[in-house]
């Protein structure tokens, strides 16, 4: 691009907010692309945008009368996850990125990139997307705006985030800060050289500087690497962002009960990646009188309000929900969602009418698919139809059962809190934590086998504090320490009560202890009858696990014995599990907040 149209392009931008300005020509004098783009967000701009990705072979369209202006596209194979191993803090000082990080000096992280960006846009259009984390009218609106090449992340981010010219214009209205979020695929196209559907890079860096509150990623087109309002800045960035501010940023989900005397309660829950998060938020319940409505399914962002209650907002917009696993029998809120269409699939299979499909979407399987590599399958391929990390990308007011609270701006106050984790052994089905403090002690010794939604190795145990190891953009013992002192800040008296929780226990023959999704609904109860005083409990060394009988099991095939297993502490498990959390402790060294250390002697004592 000649200097004289890159000014003419910047010149033409729709802006006069020089910051924006300036680095948007930095950008482009940088990465070189063929053309500036400002996206105004509009349903035309995606109309062609997802046009010209159709004529790219990027997406198909599907059959619009099963699905409605939605499109399926596929990754290259080596660009289907997040990438931790190539995620980096880079903080001034080795130690603000913590064990839990990745680090590289800034200066040198900044060298390198600046080799890996120079040209890297050639032969493509650089879009620029204003966007907000959050509402746009919250007393503290957290601007972003995402420079990218790719058109996939452009309509992606649509979906998952308000964009676009009345962001640009708050913006520019209030002079506000904004997260430069700088993305390329990292493929630039010589002279007349022909694109591939998904362009990508073998090398990929996914790289933060919390300090500057800036935003790199090179080489993927994929999700949460690249969509970059998501994981990167609301988590990662926004983590930093709240230590500074006297807030939490949090791997969590929203959700809204009422009960059968119509009184409402607000719940967050936190779960590592591709742990049902999702399918909680989007809960059926299976008890009569009890109501579900949604507000959020990954991200939450909470804050001690002037009276010290404690309040939750989503800060996104959509859902990127990992497909498989979601049907019709387990989560149809979501699939009422995605049937009215405005969506975008990836990595899903194609059916032969022109929709899509993915294991567990319906009982029966199709007999035949194109998979999510293109190729022919029929049920006796000897392989998954879709990726195990396929998504559908569908806007979240689609959902039938949103709360109506989803658009306060400043949020909903929070009765309860969730951790949990996947884990065959161990973890009972609830417990309720002695106090607050214990509450943070179970967040943080959290602990999950590993699963599809990040690259490596499947069905391993790590710990995952508060389900945001990966999303830690500071030094993990600073962020406990935030929690135990930010939390001091509350009204006692308005805490949540923090629950720990755990699906997915197995039984001595292998299958879970407990059926999971609507019937989650029934532990949702017995946690509200804790807070009102109405359920029984019982003590153990770990916390109050539910009493015989006092979880609603009506209509449930599950006797009281079951039950009793599902729940059960066992003390060799225990002991094993307490070497493993001294263990992880160990790792943050004098990081490690007092307050935890002394929950730990605690848990260690009452287990005798
Ligand atoms: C992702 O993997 O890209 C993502 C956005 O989220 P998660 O891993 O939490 O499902
Ligand atoms: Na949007
Ligand atoms: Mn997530």
């Known amino acids: 691009m000649s200097v004289t149209s890159l000014q003419e392009s910047v010149g033409g931008a729709p802006t006069t907010n020089t910051r924006l300005l300036d680095w948007v020509e930095e950008v482009a004098a940088l990465t070189q692309p063929d053309k500036i783009y400002w996206v105004d967000g509009s349903a035309e701009e995606y109309a062609r945008l997802t046009d010209e990705m159709v004529a790219a072979g990027t997406l198909v369209r599907l059959n619009p009368e099963k699905f409605p202006n939605s499109f399926a596209g596929n990754s290259d194979p080596k660009d289907v996850a997040r990438v931790e191993e190539q995620t980096f803090i880079c903080s001034k000082n080795e130690h603000d990125a913590g064990f839990t990080n990745n680090w590289m000096e800034p200066t040198l992280m900044k060298e390198k990139l600046h080799g890996l960006f120079a040209g890297s846009m050639r032969g493509r259009t650089m879009y620029v997307i204003p966007f907000v984390m959050g509402h746009l009218e ?6 972003g705006v995402e420079i990218t090449d790719s058109a996939y992340v452009v309509a992606s981010m649509r979906i998952m985030a308000r ?56 080489g993927s087109g994929y999700g949460g690497n690249a969509l970059l309002g998501k994981k990167c800045y609301a988590l990662r960035i926004a983590s930093a962002m709240a230590r500074d501010e006297g807030w939490l940023a949090e791997h969590m989900l929203i959700l809204k009960l009422t009960s059968p005397e119509q009184k409402t309660y607000y719940v967050t829950a936190a779960f590592p990646s591709a742990c049902g998060k999702t399918n909680l938020a989007l809960l059926d319940p299976t008890i009569e009188g009890w109501k579900v409505e949604t507000l959020g399914d990954d991200i939450t962002w909470l804050r001690f309000g002037a009276d010290g209650q404690l309040r939750a907002v989503n800060p996104e917009d959509g859902l990127f929900g990992v497909a498989p696993g979601t049907g019709w029998g387990t989560n149809p809120n979501a699939m009422r969602a995605i049937a009215k269409g405005n969506s975008i699939f990836t990595n899903v299979a194609l059916t032969d009418d022109g929709g899509v499909w993915w294991e567990g979407m319906t009982e029966e399987t199709p007999e035949h698919l194109t998979d999510w590599r293109g190729e022919s399958w029929t049920p006796d391929s000897g392989r998954t139809a879709a990726h195990p990390n396929s998504r559908f990308c569908t806007p979240i007011d689609q959902v039938d059962m949103l709360a109506a609270e989803y658009n306060e701006p400043n949020g909903v106050p929070i009765s309860a809190i969730l951790f949990g984790g996947r884990r065959k052994t161990t973890i009972p089905l609830v417990t309720e934590s002695r106090d607050w403090t214990n509450g943070i002690f179970m967040g943080s010794t959290l602990s999950s086998e590993t699963t599809a939604a990040a690259s490596g190795q499947v069905g391993v145990v790590r710990r995952d504090p508060m389900a945001m190891l990966p999303f830690i953009g500071y030094d993990a013992g600073d962020y406990l320490k935030h929690w135990v002192t930010l939390s001091k800040t ?6 949540p009560k923090i629950f720990l929780v755990n699906w997915f226990r197995r039984k001595a023959d292998g299958s879970f202890a407990w059926p999971g999704f609507g019937d989650n609904a029934r532990v949702l109860k017995w946690a509200i009858e804790r807070i009102e005083g109405t359920a029984e409990a019982v003590e153990t060394p770990i916390g109050f696990v539910p009493a015989p009988g006092s979880i609603d099991l009506r209509g449930l095939d599950l006797t009281e014995a079951d039950m009793a297993q599902a729940v059960s502490v066992v003390p060799q498990e225990w002991a094993a599990e307490v070497q493993s959390i001294e263990k992880w402790y160990a790792r943050f060294g004098d990081s490690l907040p007092d307050e935890l250390a002394q929950e730990l002697a605690g848990l260690k004592s009452r287990l005798g």
């Open 138 to 143: 919250a007393d503290d609106p957290k601007f």
């Open 163 to 218: 964009i676009g010219t009345p962001v640009l214009r708050k913006l520019e209205e209030l002079d506000a800060f904004f997260v430069p979020a700088l993305h390329t695929v990292g493929a630039p196209l010589r002279d007349g050289e022909p694109d591939v559907a998904w362009p990508c890079n073998e090398e990929k860096w996914i790289v933060h500087f919390p300090e500057e509150r800036a935003i790199w990623s090179y």
């Open 490 to 495: 509350g009204n006692p008296d308005k805490l």
